[in-house]
């Protein structure tokens, strides 16, 4: 998502400004990955790494998490888990379980990590949105400017995460914890964006996005129910 800024006309000025912002903290992101990254490897070539299966307790086997407040690792941007692990590594980001799993880590270890989650296949949400959530939900996307960052179909870009059919408890509360200035933003633009988001926003986002797949337009038909 973007910045309060993205609520007002999107003139060439703030456009620019926007994508300023957005690629220097990708070319920041990306000095960490020239430092970690051994090269890229083929999804069917990959084993799992022993590392990777002790993220299954909680992260689900392959990613896919099964436990509502942990979010869906698998097809997520390889970019995007680097980052991530190595802000936990470093204290930027800080949680109660990964903080001391990641403070081991080696830049080998994140390499390896994000390369096996970032080739796994992402579970089709179970959720069933209705015509209204869809409405609201691509709205408030297209308002804030989420597609711009997250990719037209939320499904994630270079280091931005994918935000379709990850978790409803997650998407939520990482949008609160954004809300209340006390989850970690290197360069604000997520604490703005949700500071101008208001509870019934939220709920209503997180509902929206729960429901999608990273492989479905963004006012597509809702996630069918679980065959029987």
């Known amino acids: 998502m973007k910045s309060d800024l993205c609520r007002r006309p999107t003139s060439g000025a703030v456009v620019k400004r926007l994508r300023q912002k957005r690629w220097m903290r990708a070319a920041w992101l990306a000095g960490c990955m020239l430092a970690i990254s051994s090269g890229t490897t083929a999804a069917q070539d990959i084993a799992v790494p022993p590392k990777a299966q002790v993220c299954a307790s909680c992260h689900?086997?392959?990613?896919?998490?099964?436990?509502?407040?942990?979010?869906?690792?698998a097809?997520?941007?390889?970019?995007?888990?680097?980052?991530?692990?190595?802000?936990?590594?470093?204290?930027?980001?800080?949680n109660d379980l990964m903080s001391p799993m990641a403070s081991g880590l080696s830049n080998a270890d994140l390499n390896e990590l994000a390369t096996y989650f970032s080739s796994q296949k992402?579970?089709?949400?179970?959720a069933v949105l209705t015509e209204q959530q869809i409405s609201a939900g691509a709205a408030l996307t297209q308002q804030n400017h989420c597609i711009a960052c997250h990719a037209r179909d939320l499904g994630g870009q270079?280091?931005?995460?994918?935000?379709?059919g990850q978790h409803y408890d997650?998407?939520?509360a990482q949008l609160i914890s954004f809300h209340a200035s006390t989850r970690y933003d290197m360069d604000g633009v997520m604490t703005s964006a949700a500071q101008a988001l208001s509870e019934n926003d939220i709920e209503t986002l997180a509902v929206y996005l729960s429901g999608l797949t990273s492989?479905?337009?963004?006012?597509?038909?809702?996630?069918?129910?679980?065959t029987k």
């Open 122 to 126: 992402q579970e089709q949400p179970t």
């Open 215 to 226: 492989i479905a337009p963004i006012s597509a038909t809702p996630a069918k129910p679980p």
């Open 158 to 164: 270079q280091h931005i995460p994918r935000l379709a």
């Open 60 to 73: 689900g086997v392959g990613g896919n998490s099964h436990i509502a407040a942990i979010p869906n690792l």
């Open 75 to 94: 097809g997520q941007p390889k970019q995007f888990l680097v980052a991530a692990l190595y802000m936990f590594r470093e204290g930027k980001r800080k």
């Open 170 to 172: 997650y998407i939520k």
